[in-house]
Every structure is written in structure tokens, then in C-alpha cells.
């Protein structure tokens, strides 16, 4: 009885921590809270893909209903993998946002561009803004 409820546990347990990865589209919350629950899990390389791909795909969907249930179980790679299809699909259609760019890669590289250049920006006014110099005459 024990080794059975051990199984059990153990079965239980692996489906679990198996849906860790997948999002879940049950509804706007749960939708939006696996994707920045699985999103710090990812290669940092992978990130902003994931977060581009995930964009689209709302973009693309404006139904609640239907945008929850096409993204419901699947896992970053397949959100990529969906989120590349609309890019060519959009770039076939001769929208001017996507034609600058040749390829999926090349439009990641240069949102990556983008934001190396904008946590730059953050970091300095940071630093200005926390580092404030107090002279004191003596």
C-alpha cells in the first residue's frame, strides 16, 4: 500500500512539475500568469523571443476565447514556433513593419539592439538619480 501511494505521489508530482512549462489558457489570469512565471525560467537568449512571439500571437487573435484556447498547453518553443509563422505570414502580406527585416532572426537582433540600448539609458539615470553627492564645508 505504501509503494502504491508512493507512485502515486511520484505520477503526481512529475505531471506537475511537467505543466511548469506549458502555459495555461484557462483564462485572462492564468494565461498571463504562466507566461511570466515560465519567462524568467528561459535562456536569456530565448526571453525576448518568447515575449515577441507571445505579442504577435495576442496581436494577431483579438478573441479572448480563441487566443486563450490556441495558446493553452503549449510551450515556449511552440509559442516561438507559432510566433514565427504570423512574422512570415505578416512579411508575406507586405506589411512595411516587417519588410525592413529579413528574416525572424533579424528582427530579434535588432529588438535586442533596442533594448540594450534602452537598459543603458535606465542604468545611467539610475546612477545619477541614487548617487547624489553631498558637499560639506568644514
Given at each position: 500500500?505504501?509503494?502504491?501511494?508512493?507512485?502515486?505521489?511520484?505520477?503526481?508530482?512529475?505531471?506537475?512539475?511537467?505543466?511548469?512549462?506549458?502555459?495555461?489558457?484557462?483564462?485572462e489570469?492564468?494565461?498571463?500568469?504562466?507566461?511570466?512565471?515560465?519567462?524568467?525560467r528561459?535562456?536569456?537568449?530565448?526571453r525576448?523571443?518568447?515575449e515577441?512571439?507571445?505579442?504577435?500571437?495576442?496581436?494577431?487573435?483579438?478573441?479572448?476565447?480563441?487566443?486563450?484556447?490556441?495558446?493553452?498547453?503549449?510551450?515556449?518553443?511552440?509559442?516561438?514556433?507559432?510566433?514565427?509563422?504570423?512574422?512570415?505570414?505578416?512579411?508575406?502580406?507586405?506589411?512595411?513593419?516587417y519588410?525592413?527585416?529579413?528574416?525572424?532572426?533579424?528582427?530579434i537582433?535588432?529588438?535586442?539592439?533596442?533594448?540594450?540600448?534602452?537598459?543603458?539609458?535606465?542604468?545611467?539615470?539610475?546612477?545619477?538619480?541614487?548617487?547624489?553627492?553631498?558637499?560639506?564645508?568644514?
Open positions: 500500500m505504501k509503494k502504491m501511494t508512493l507512485v502515486l505521489l511520484s505520477c503526481a508530482m512529475l505531471t506537475a512539475c511537467n505543466n511548469g512549462q506549458k502555459i495555461n489558457g484557462h483564462n489570469k492564468t494565461v498571463y500568469r504562466s507566461v511570466q512565471m515560465i519567462k524568467p528561459l535562456p536569456e537568449n530565448t525576448l523571443e518568447y515577441i512571439a507571445f505579442g504577435l500571437l495576442r496581436e494577431a487573435e483579438k478573441d479572448n476565447a480563441i487566443f486563450f484556447k490556441s495558446i493553452d498547453g503549449k510551450t515556449p518553443s511552440e509559442l516561438i514556433a507559432m510566433g514565427k509563422d504570423i512574422f512570415g505570414q505578416r512579411k508575406a502580406e507586405g506589411l512595411a513593419q519588410q525592413q527585416f529579413e528574416n525572424w532572426e533579424a528582427m537582433a535588432n529588438y535586442q539592439k533596442e533594448r540594450a540600448g534602452q537598459k543603458v539609458e535606465t542604468d545611467i539615470k539610475k546612477d545619477s538619480q541614487n548617487n547624489r553627492a553631498i558637499d560639506y564645508k568644514l
